[in-house]
Nanobody, 125 residues
Framework: QVQLVESGGGLVQPGGSLRLSCVAS????????IGWFRQAPGKEREGVSCMSSVGGSTYYADSVKGRFTISRNNAKNTVYLQMNSLKPEDTAVYYC??????????????????WGQGTQVTVSS
């Protein structure tokens, strides 16, 4: 079964950190471009970060630049989003996505083959 499964979300205080994981099954991530998106209540889904398959170039939305880090471990077929210095406005459901032989359009992954189910991140005191 082809799927992406996120984990690592939760409730954290402002200034705290979380690391989201996204495990791929049924396909090999090595050749996929990876993106992280988020959707806050009442808002449209927005791109957060994108990572190319070859070379591992990374891109970030201005709102998270310097605080979030996207990475991948192909041996574990897993991608990560390390989130530091979290703010209440980072509260959202976070989704990972993958595209075979795709490309990053800046921090956006414009076309997606597979989506994860999402994991809730809540930043609140």
């Amino acid at each position: 079964q082809v799927q992406l499964v996120e984990s690592g979300g939760g409730l954290v205080q402002p200034g705290g950190s979380l690391r989201l994981s996204c495990v791929a099954s049924g396909f090999v991530l090595d050749y996929y471009v990876i993106g992280w998106f988020r959707q806050a209540p009442g808002k449209e889904r927005e791109g957060v970060s994108c990572m190319s398959s070859v070379g591992g170039s990374t891109y970030y939305a201005d709102s998270v630049k310097g605080r979030f880090t996207i990475s991948r471990n192909n041996a574990k077929n897993t991608v990560y989003l390390q989130m530091n210095s979290l703010k209440p406005e980072d509260t959202a459901v976070y989704y990972c996505a993958a595209r075979l032989a795709g490309y990053c359009s800046g921090y956006m992954l414009p076309s997606v083959d597979y989506w994860g189910q999402g994991t809730q991140v809540t930043v609140s005191s």
